[in-house]
């Protein structure tokens, strides 16, 4: 199946930077992202939906000026956390959604550990 | 947007057949069940899709009634190595894209 590759796969920051965390799409073009953010001991939580060559759709409550993301080319997305704190520490997941419109497999990445001290 | 509803944990036994069954009574006509695995600091893993009746695979079977406003996964003699999360998501199609929103999930542990 496609493969989605995220990285790092863990990082520690000091509060007040920021981090970037990229997704790419192997094996195939993928004109759409995901990123998710999941807390411990809690499920995914869609943040924004990254479109290549246009701007990001947000959810709602989802600070676009902290969470940066770009979705330059087709094979990668990134998400920027800008001057990070304690409480963005989480569990950052990005995938491509199914190739049909009728669902199908998502693929996901690894998944990035953001610890902010 | 089809939500889904699980149970929040199950435990369960290694050697047995474990069943966790998903609501989604807002299904969409054309929305397809998707269930994920997800260990630890790891993301979702797929484990298995359908639209009505039954579908099996390697690892699991997936039980949809006539009415699909439920599901059922179906994971045959467990083992400690199942302990996971399991998601049942139902694909939303919002803007152009189909995209999948994350219910509460069922945390299953297996043991010895």
């Known amino acids: 199946g496609a493969v989605v590759s995220q990285h790092p796969s863990w990082v520690i920051c000091k509060s007040g930077t920021s981090v970037k965390i990229e997704c790419r799409s192997l094996?195939?073009?993928?004109?759409?992202m995901f990123w998710y953010r999941q807390f411990p001991k809690q499920s995914l939580m869609l943040m924004a939906t990254s479109n290549e060559g246009s701007k990001a759709t947000y959810e709602q409550g989802v600070e676009k000026d902290k969470f940066l993301i770009n979705h330059a080319s087709l094979t990668l997305s990134t998400l920027t956390v800008t001057s990070a704190h304690p409480e963005d520490s989480s569990f950052y997941i990005c995938s491509a959604p199914p190739g049909g419109q009728r669902g199908g497999e998502a693929f996901f990445g690894q998944g990035t550990r953001l610890t902010v001290v | 947007l089809a939500k889904t509803t699980q149970p929040i944990s199950m435990d369960s036994y290694e050697g047995q057949e474990v069943n966790i069954t998903c609501s989604h009574n807002n299904i969409a006509t054309n929305d397809y069940i998707t269930w994920y695995q997800q260990f630890p600091s790891q993301g979702p893993r797929f484990i298995i899709q359908g639209y009505k009746t039954k579908v099996t695979n390697e690892v699991a079977s997936l039980f949809i009634p006539a009415d699909r406003k439920s599901s059922t996964l179906s994971l045959p003699r467990v083992s400690l190595s199942d302990t996971a999360v399991y998601y049942c998501?139902?694909?939303?199609?919002?803007?152009?894209?189909?995209?999948?929103?994350f219910g509460t999930g069922t945390r299953l542990k297996v043991l010895a």
């Open positions: 998501l139902v694909g939303a199609l919002s803007s152009g894209t189909y995209k999948y929103i």
């Open positions: 094996d195939f073009q993928a004109t759409t």
